[in-house]
């Protein structure tokens, strides 16, 4: 089916959906003494690579796959259209010795977008963009090559000459110089690399520099431009030099595609002005600063985020909701200020939705105490109920609710019953509560299961598909066993829940050291900060974090067993999370066998505490145990599963599913002849009003590529704005595609859009910072 038949169809408001996602399983590495065990991450520099089957008796296998897709690669190359600077820009010689061309803003604007139009290359590119030069032996090895020359290529890198003024009079898609050469010579940042990295977007400006004109603008560009071109003509001394020695020892047939391209430097000779005034797409910052379509791709999935896990109502007057949705509350109010300034302030802006109370779940956060609820109680009924609170009451909650040691759990159970009666109550009394954490899906979670539970008397599994019905969130394997006591606690507890509201109703006493900027008359935020005497007995567990070392590196080893689930009924020592208290594993109640026969899904040694990540109302994307668990599949009314390269074994009579056999994630393996086909699959589910799951063993490579293609052509976007919709929407996994699946979704981006939304180096610069800004933190 074409693709661009199928874009010109859809339609859909990307503005009406959730989504959910999955943990990480864990997988035996394999052994590290092969090469298999040397592939790296950009992001940790740990091994992270394909899920291929690398043990001792099919090594020799792989290295022969491997040279049969190189030899493969090299048969079927077609000679395809290239770019090239036209003649009309060459005709303005600025300097001889190396040769500098000036052009005007208008001979820019043409060069940049036959850039942009002219089709990339299939497969010249690669291994080279790996950092593949043909001097590391694990590397030819894995990628089956003898050598790695140059490929014949030219592209293009934009140059902002003014270092220091990085936001000042800047053009879209433009590097600075100390980004590509340092000395007038190019950065090499494979000198020292001898492993294997099939996420190496670090590298990628630098490298693919030397393989693109260069245009250079700014005060500083007659000078940057001639350190470029001195580097150019170094570089291609070195090159020419290389290919007489493989001519030498390899013979004429070696290097008969070798580059031998004279690459050259350009300087816009136009005042940024020229810019400003007839090409405003092409500014990024203007002359003074400001931001005009400024790139970045940390902020941009920040607000893609914000804006999937807005606040919404689970139930009547309960919301959950991100960090963003809870308003700020603090207000200075005079003493004359009158009552129709105060009435105004609940149709603000600050308070939308009308919030009287807020609960952030948080890491370091203590339960509320039942006297800190009974004054917030009291603070709200001394008004009218149709009238707000001067200042919004806030609350914080554990966002793991793992305290360690027996008692302090039995304390924890208390106080959460007094919550959850407290909210209760307030709803009922026509009180709207938001429960927020700082990305809306993940730490939150806790309390709305344990609510959802409370309030409806559901088992938890019940819970957890009626808040799937409502928005996507997140558990975290580990937080399931305190769920599940949560839930025995809650549906079999001897103690009266009505007995606690009562308690709670009497219980005025408020000592001062357990409340803090507690103001009922106004002018301070009602909040609450209960720090107890005793030592904090939380964990210290980070549940914030948005990858997993482990879980990559475990896969990507080649590890040659599928991934191991995690069984809660029979956990063992090795599969504990030291920072985890023992005891919530061994108090986790027994399950009834009828209970356990409605829920198999829940209790199946493949369920890993969430559920694969909803991309689309219909679409899904998981890894090999979301695919393995079919009733599951059932429960959230998935009928289409397309496994990518690997086998999940499910019942033909029960799912339609679609193989890619033989795709893997080795940075060789294309997803470009197989994009038609998974489309139609896709939109078959689509059409039939089911639902479909993309799956490959991890859930971030070969299957988040195919998704992310499928929404740059049903949704129409272009592959920043595709790229970072699916990353938001795999919650706490994050994405990761190696360079030549992120290289194929460019391609598809310029066969959609008519031209590349970004260059090869922009984007995989930017992928890089923003996976970096998450390692950092």
Not at 238 to 265: D, F, S
Not at 377 to 398: A, F
Not at 480 to 486: M, S, Y
Not at 736 to 765: A, C, H
Request: glycine fraction near 4%; aromatic fraction near 8%; include cysteine.
């Amino acid at each position: 089916m074409d693709i661009d038949a199928v874009r010109s169809s859809s339609a859909y408001d990307s503005n009406e959906l959730p989504e959910v996602l999955p943990p990480n399983p864990i997988l035996t590495p394999a052994d590290k003494n092969h090469v298999s065990a040397k592939v790296e991450d950009d992001e940790t520099d740990k091994p992270i690579a394909p899920s291929v089957d690398l043990s001792t008796d099919s090594f020799s296998n792989f290295v022969a796959r491997q040279e049969q897709k190189q030899q493969h690669l090299h048969t079927t190359q077609q000679k395809e259209p290239s770019f090239d600077v036209p003649e009309d820009c060459l005709q303005n010689v600025i300097q001889n010795n190396p040769p500098i061309y000036g052009i005007t803003a208008d001979q820019f604007a043409r060069i940049e977008q036959l850039y942009a139009s002219t089709p990339l290359p299939n497969d010249i590119l690669f291994p080279w963009l790996h950092g593949v030069d043909g001097k590391s032996y694990q590397q030819n090895l894995f990628f089956g090559v003898r050598r790695s020359l140059v490929p014949r290529y030219r592209g293009l890198t934009v140059v902002h000459a003014d270092e220091a003024c990085g936001h000042f009079a800047r053009l879209v898609h433009s590097v600075l110089p100390n980004e590509i050469v340092s000395n007038q010579t190019f950065i090499n940042n494979t000198d020292t690399e001898s492993s294997v990295n099939l996420r190496n977007f670090r590298i990628q400006v630098a490298r693919y520099a030397t393989v693109s004109d260069i245009v250079v603008y700014g005060h500083a560009a007659d000078q940057v431009a001639q350190s470029i071109a001195q580097a150019q003509a170094t570089l291609r001394q070195e090159r020419l030099e290389h290919i007489q020695n493989v001519k030498r020892t390899a013979g004429k047939k070696a290097v008969e595609n070798a580059n031998e391209l004279i690459y050259r430097v350009f300087v816009i000779q136009d005042p940024f002005a020229a810019f400003e005034k007839k090409y405003p797409e092409l500014v990024s910052f203007d002359s003074n600063g400001a931001p005009v379509n400024a790139f970045r791709f940390l902020e941009r999935e920040r607000e893609e985020m914000r804006a999937m896990s807005r606040a919404t109502e689970i139930t009547p007057n309960i919301w959950l909701g991100n960090a963003q949705d809870a308003p700020a509350s603090v207000r200075d109010i005079d003493d004359d200020d009158d009552d129709e300034d105060d009435e105004d302030y609940s149709d603000t802006d600050d308070n939308p939705n009308q919030f009287s109370v807020c609960i952030e779940a948080h890491d370091l956060a203590d339960m509320p105490l039942p006297s800190t609820l009974t004054l917030a109680r009291e603070t709200l009924n001394e008004l009218p109920p149709s009238e707000m609170p001067i200042e919004i009451i806030h609350l914080d909650v554990y966002a793991t609710g793992v305290p360690i040691g027996r008692s302090a759990f039995d304390e924890f159970l208390d106080r959460l019953d007094h919550l959850l009666a407290f909210m209760e109550d307030l709803a009922d009394n026509g009180r709207r509560i938001l429960i927020h954490c700082s990305d809306g899906y993940s730490e939150t979670s806790l309390l709305a299961l344990s609510w959802l539970m409370y309030k409806f008397k559901l088992r938890l599994p019940e819970a957890y598909l009626k808040l799937h019905e409502m928005r996507n969130f997140f558990v975290y394997a580990a937080d399931v066993p305190t769920l599940r006591r949560i839930e025995y606690h809650l549906l079999h507890s001897p103690h009266s829940l009505k007995r606690k509201r009562e308690t709670t109703r009497q219980h005025t006493g408020v000592k001062a050291n357990q409340v803090s900027r507690l103001n009922v008359a106004g002018g301070d935020d009602l909040s609450v900060d209960d720090d107890m005497d005793e030592e904090d007995e939380t964990s210290g567990r980070d549940k914030r974090t948005l990858h997993d070392d482990l879980y990559i590196n475990g896969i990507s080893n080649f590890a040659t067993v599928p991934a191991r689930a995690v069984d809660y009924m029979s956990i063992s020592n090795e599969d504990i999370d030291e920072t985890v208290p023992m005891h919530l594993f061994q108090a986790v109640p027994e399950v009834d066998p009828a209970e356990k026969a409605a829920f198999t899904w829940f209790y199946s040694p493949r369920f890993e505490g969430s559920f694969p990540s909803r991309v689309l109302p219909f679409l899904y994307l998981g890894n090999l145990n979301h695919a393995t668990n079919p009733d599951m599949l059932k429960a959230l009314g998935i009928t289409h599963v397309i496994s990518v390269g690997e086998h999940a074994n499910l019942d033909p009579s029960e799912f339609q599913v679609l193989l890619l056999d033989n795709l893997y994630d080795d940075g060789i393996d294309s997803v470009r002849e197989r994009l038609d086909q998974t489309v139609t699959f896709i939109d078959s589910a689509r059409t039939q009003g089911t639902k479909c799951l993309v799956h490959c063993r991890v859930g971030v490579s070969r299957s988040a590529t195919i998704t992310i293609c499928y929404v740059m052509v049903h949704l129409n976007y272009n592959v920043v704005k595709a790229y970072l919709y699916v990353r938001a929407r795999r919650l706490s996994v994050i994405i990761q595609p190696n360079l030549k699946f992120m290289y194929e979704m460019l391609q598809l981006d310029q066969r959609l859009q008519g031209r590349t939304s970004v260059p090869w180096p922009v984007i995989s610069k930017e992928i890089h910072l923003l996976n970096m800004s998450y390692r950092e933190s």
